[in-house]
């Protein structure tokens, strides 16, 4: 079944990020795993008209022009001298949606993925989604353990205002 859950737990989901949900709920039988073995471009192939809906942006290949890049740094004349790539992002530039398939846990994407997020201009939300099965593991529930265990921590503050792990 999917899964969510925003982090901090204190705080409520918006309007908006739930919209992201329905649109996970709405393709969630063609992209569940284990039953799938989708790569991550091909979910947000079948994610992507929904996401088109609520005014996302997503990503639409790999090469130059299909990837959405977002500012970390700006220079000279406010141009901009870093960016990160993001799947998916909100049309005010608030939300950023991160698919991962295979190496979600396993390789420690998701923790590039809040790295990235947290250094993306006006970002506020990050949307992780993984896959609930991956090669018998179950990678939300490894990943959710790891971000309960930094948000109750405390140790590490982030800019965002909350991360959403979905399991696909």
């Keep these: 079944m999917l899964k969510y859950q925003l982090f901090p737990r204190s705080v409520g989901i918006t309007d908006q990020i739930q919209q992201v949900i329905e649109c996970f709920k709405r393709a969630y039988e063609k992209i569940k795993s284990p039953e799938n073995q989708l790569k991550s471009n091909e979910v947000l192939d079948i994610l992507r008209p929904h996401l088109e809906d609520i005014e996302f942006t997503v990503e639409t290949g790999k090469a130059r022009g299909q990837k959405i890049p977002v500012p970390v740094l700006f220079g000279l004349n406010n141009t901009v001298d870093q960016s990160f790539n993001a799947d998916g992002i ?14 979600a846990y396993a390789n420690f994407a998701f923790l590039k993925d809040v790295f990235q997020a947290s250094m993306m201009y006006g970002v506020e939300f990050l949307i992780l989604a993984v896959r609930n099965d ?33 399991g696909y």
């Design 134 to 166: 991956y090669r018998g593991n179950n990678d939300f529930e490894k990943v959710y353990t790891f971000l309960e265990t930094l948000y109750i921590s405390n140790r590490l503050v982030l800019p965002l205002k909350g991360i959403i792990l979905i």
């Design 90 to 103: 909100s049309n005010d530039g608030k939300i950023v949606l991160e698919v991962e398939a295979g190496r």
